[in-house]
């Protein structure tokens, strides 16, 4: 089983100022890490994943999060906001083995951009 | 293209009554599932469905919830006897068939039960 824990359920941060949520999971297998985002009133839509290689993976909108097996985190990080990146962010993980790939997601961390 | 479809987009009952939502997922994607979202419980996986194998049941959290895949494309879970620590939004992905794969999400059904 796997469990993913997000340490901030909100943050709020000025427009051009950088951010990064945090994401650390538990895991007794070989996982794969996602960062989904979610607009108000949307489904949830991709950022980034990790499924091997490069512990450093980028995504849209400018994102990217870094891999930590040791510390077992997957932490996200944008080095300057707009008001458009106001959405609630999930940080996910899928057992490798498993059939299916069903995600475990984290509780979400909410991130407010103020001009 | 038209991507993951769900109706009703909301959905209010009373308590006791039995509820249908419906899923459209993206053509040719064999993979479906239903996660819900709630205010308690945060995401959470409940059925997942690939091809004509049997579903992956083991999210489903009472035997009060069970879902169904026709064809192999849309999909429809059911609640029966609605209480009202099911009101969630609940979510359907599909993805195509292969080794990783990325879940694409509808807009969800927002479930209140009165």
């Known amino acids: 089983a796997q469990s993913v824990t997000q340490l901030d359920s909100q943050v709020p941060v000025f427009e051009e100022a950088p951010v990064e949520l945090r994401c650390n999971y538990s895991?007794?297998?070989?996982?794969?890490l996602f960062w989904y985002v979610q607009y108000p009133n949307q489904g949830l839509q991709l950022l980034l994943k990790?499924?091997?290689?490069?512990?450093l993976v980028k995504g849209i909108n400018g994102f990217e999060a870094e891999f930590n097996k040791s510390q077992t985190s997957f932490h996200l990080r944008k080095p300057s906001v707009h008001i458009s990146d106001t959405a609630e962010y999930f940080c996910?993980?899928?057992?490798?083995?498993?059939?299916?790939?069903?995600?475990?997601f984290g509780g979400g961390t909410r991130v407010l951009v103020k001009p | 293209g038209a991507g993951v479809s769900q109706s009703p987009s909301n959905k209010v009952t009373e308590k006791g009554k039995d509820v249908e939502l419906r899923c459209d997922p993206i053509?040719?994607?064999?993979?479906l599932y239903w996660y819900r979202q709630s205010l308690g419980q945060g995401l959470e996986f409940l059925i997942y469905f690939q091809g004509n194998s049997a579903p992956d049941k083991s999210g489903l959290p009472s035997d009060r919830f069970s879902a169904e895949r026709t064809g192999g494309s849309v999909s429809t879970l059911t609640i029966q006897r609605t209480q009202q620590e099911d009101s969630a939004v609940y979510l359907c992905?599909?993805?195509?068939?292969?080794?990783?794969?990325?879940?694409?999400f509808g807009p969800g059904t927002r479930l209140t039960v009165l």
């Open positions: 895991s007794s297998v070989s996982v794969y």
């Open positions: 996910a993980v899928s057992d490798i083995e498993a059939a299916g790939n069903k995600l475990t």
């Open positions: 992905a599909s993805s195509p068939n292969r080794r990783w794969n990325e879940q694409f």
């Open positions: 053509s040719g994607h064999t993979a």
């Open positions: 990790y499924l091997s290689g490069s512990t």
